[in-house]
């Protein structure tokens, strides 16, 4: 398909192909210094006293994280439905339930802290939250809840890199952040993820185990620091590879840079939508924080079928849009669990991504705007 307006543009320039090019003449290409730079880069980026550990994806550090916590089977964590599903799989891959918590608000699509309180039974041992579209959740509260029940907080900043709450940055309020690096995300790699956390213990077991519980990397023995190595635990492969880490620096290096540019384009959104399409409301459009604006989520008016029809009818004038998300409790996969979660379920079927990029031209938004209102 030709889109006139793709959901989402790839910005890699000239940087990103010398910093694979020099990974590739170096003759190393996995666990080397490239990794110990994104590591290193990544912490001071995120300017707060925490360490990095760089890993294959989001999910893998969502489930490190649940297993360093030590979460397992009879244990439930809370998490919301309205988010990626990798955030439920994780929970199940360690033999923990998933018990959904709502979003806050028609406007405010983050976890809702009095639902997160309400959900807390004796089998809760954690909280994962995810920082929709990029806008903190409620931090304040949710810190609280965790603290007074003694549960382990786990954010997911998929959307969120280099974002803030009240100055600090998202990723340390919990136990450990993590984040992904997935093609259309703000800084890519394309496939790629990071946990930070504050907790040394927890640092060293991510690192041995993402790499199958071995105690030393294959580089750390090539360097002749290391002869040998033992298996501690049951680990995984969740490394990233050298060529990956290279353009993760360059890609943060520019992060702010496009972060600045997306909250350019979601105020000329908001601005085009209030004008043109009284009747779509923008969630989080009065949030009274910064974002790090990873995506433009709107609600349409009437029921699922105004919302399929105008994805088909966008797209068939070149606009392509998303949804994000339908909510998980409503896969095959997770029927059968319970979910009261009556704000999702209310808006799960309005819900409509538009295009979001750095790249993306006046004239492009001029035209979703336009197209959408076409279908309603
Ligand atoms: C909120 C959220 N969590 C987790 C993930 C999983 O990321 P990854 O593809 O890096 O595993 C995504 C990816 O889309 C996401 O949006």
């Not at 998933?98 to 309180?117: G, K, M």
């Not at 259309?184 to 690192?207: A, C, P, V, Y």
């Not at 601005?271 to 043109?276: D, P, T, V």
């Not at 990873?294 to 070149?318: K, T, Y």
């Amino acid at each position: 398909m030709n889109w006139k307006v793709p959901f989402f543009d790839l910005v890699l320039g000239d940087e990103e192909k010398q910093a694979v090019l020099s990974v590739m003449e170096s003759n190393w290409m996995t666990s080397g210094p490239m990794i110990a730079d994104f590591e290193s880069a990544f912490s001071t980026a995120t300017g707060a006293d925490v360490q990095s550990v760089a890993v294959s994806s989001a999910t893998a550090a969502l489930h490190l994280s649940l297993l360093a916590l030590g979460i397992g089977s009879d244990d439930e964590v809370i998490v919301p439905s309205l988010t990626f599903v990798a955030c439920a799989n994780v929970i199940r891959y360690v033999g923990a339930t998933p018990v959904f918590a709502d979003v806050t608000s028609e406007l405010d699509w983050n976890i809702s802290p009095t639902d997160v309180a309400a959900k807390i039974t004796s089998r809760t041992r954690a909280i994962m939250v995810v920082h929709y579209a990029g806008y903190p959740c409620n931090m304040d509260k949710l810190l609280t809840i965790s603290q007074k029940y003694g549960l382990a907080l786990i954010e997911d900043c998929s959307h969120a890199p280099l974002g803030t709450w009240k100055g600090q940055p998202l990723g340390t309020f919990g136990d450990t952040g993590c984040f992904s690096f997935f093609s259309n995300k703000n800084m890519t790699t394309g496939e790629g993820g990071m946990i930070i956390s504050r907790n040394q213990q927890l640092i060293e077991r991510f690192r041995i185990l993402r790499t199958h519980g071995i105690t030393t990397s294959t580089y750390q023995r090539f360097k002749g620091h290391a002869y040998g190595y033992d298996v501690a635990e049951l680990g995984y492969n969740y490394r990233l590879d050298e060529m990956r880490a290279a353009i993760g620096i360059v890609q943060l290096r520019k992060l702010l840079f496009f972060n600045a540019q997306r909250k350019e384009r979601v105020e000329r959104y908001r601005c085009l939508i209030a004008e043109r399409l009284p009747q779509v409301s923008v969630p989080f459009a009065k949030y009274h924080t910064d974002s790090s604006y990873h995506i433009f989520p709107v609600l349409l008016p009437g029921d699922q079928d105004v919302r399929d029809n105008a994805i088909r009818d966008m797209a068939d004038r070149g606009v392509q849009c998303s949804i994000h998300y339908r909510p998980i409790h409503m896969f095959s996969a997770y029927q059968g669990v319970i979910a009261t979660v009556p704000v999702t379920d209310r808006i799960a079927g309005s819900i409509l991504t538009l295009p979001l990029f750095p790249s993306l031209t006046d004239a492009q938004m001029d035209m979703v705007v336009d197209v959408l209102g076409g279908c309603l």
